[in-house]
């Protein structure tokens, strides 16, 4: 099992532009939690989707919407990119039963915004 | 609002000495507390739950509901221990967790 896979790794976009970063779940999970970690800081919640549904949001603007597919993989989209938006963003998934497990945490996708 | 407190950004301790690592948080009923540990160049992974009440890698944890905290503690550090610690929250059916800002543990030799 590979776990939770995120893509791409890296990416470098401009100011204003939109992105798209990808997030399949481990085998068996069926909720996406999506989090912004900006450097010395801790991990940010920015949403969850489960059952292809947005159920619980972070302080996050509209600029950052989402998406759950009928897999459970999910797509976190951020719109007109500020400069203050360069972080890693990281993808965690879960089972709907036994919530109390917690998360499995990928690698990230470090988006840096110039 | 639910939040959590690390009050401690960088930890450094001697191996084989005591480590503590603080955590406080703000909620009024029955929160369920996690400690997450990410190694240099890891991923961010589960150290322990409050619910289960182990001891993973020598480490435990308690919750103190009157004091609201859930200190990680290991009675003799180890040199792999060296990481980044971070504690977090999970409340009701919110389901979902937050975390503190995190605590960097150095070992020394």
């Known amino acids: 099992d590979a776990g939770v896979t995120q893509s791409p790794t890296h990416l470098i976009k401009t100011r204003g532009q939109q992105v798209t970063l990808r997030c399949s779940p481990k085998?068996?999970?069926?909720?996406v939690s999506w989090y912004q970690q900006a450097l010395g800081q801790g991990p940010q919640f920015i949403f969850q989707?489960?059952?292809?549904?947005?159920?619980q949001r972070g302080n996050f603007p509209d600029r950052f919407s989402g998406h759950q597919f009928p897999n459970y993989s999910s797509e976190l989209n951020v719109n007109a990119l500020l400069l203050g938006d360069s972080a890693l963003y990281l993808c965690?998934?879960?089972?709907?039963?036994?919530?109390?497990?917690?998360?499995?945490f990928g690698s990230g996708t470090r988006l840096t915004v110039v | 609002a639910q939040r959590v407190t690390q009050p401690e950004k960088l930890l450094s301790v001697f191996k084989g000495a005591p480590v503590e690592l603080k955590c406080n948080y703000s909620?009024?009923?029955?929160?369920?507390l996690f400690w997450y540990v990410q190694y240099s160049r890891q991923r961010l992974q589960l150290l322990l739950r409050?619910?289960s009440r182990e001891s993973i890698k020598g480490f435990t944890a308690d919750l103190n509901k009157g004091e609201t905290s859930f200190h990680l503690k290991k009675p003799f550090a180890q040199e792999e221990d060296s990481a980044m610690y971070y504690c977090?929250?999970?409340?009701?059916?919110?389901?979902?967790?937050?975390f503190g800002s995190g605590t960097r543990l150095s070992i020394r030799p």
């Open positions: 965690a998934s879960s089972p709907s039963v036994g919530l109390n497990y917690g998360y499995t």
């Open positions: 085998s068996g999970h069926d909720t």
């Open positions: 989707y489960y059952e292809e549904e947005e159920r």
């Open positions: 909620y009024s009923g029955s929160p369920e």
């Open positions: 409050h619910i």
């Open positions: 977090a929250l999970s409340w009701g059916s919110a389901s979902k967790i937050i």
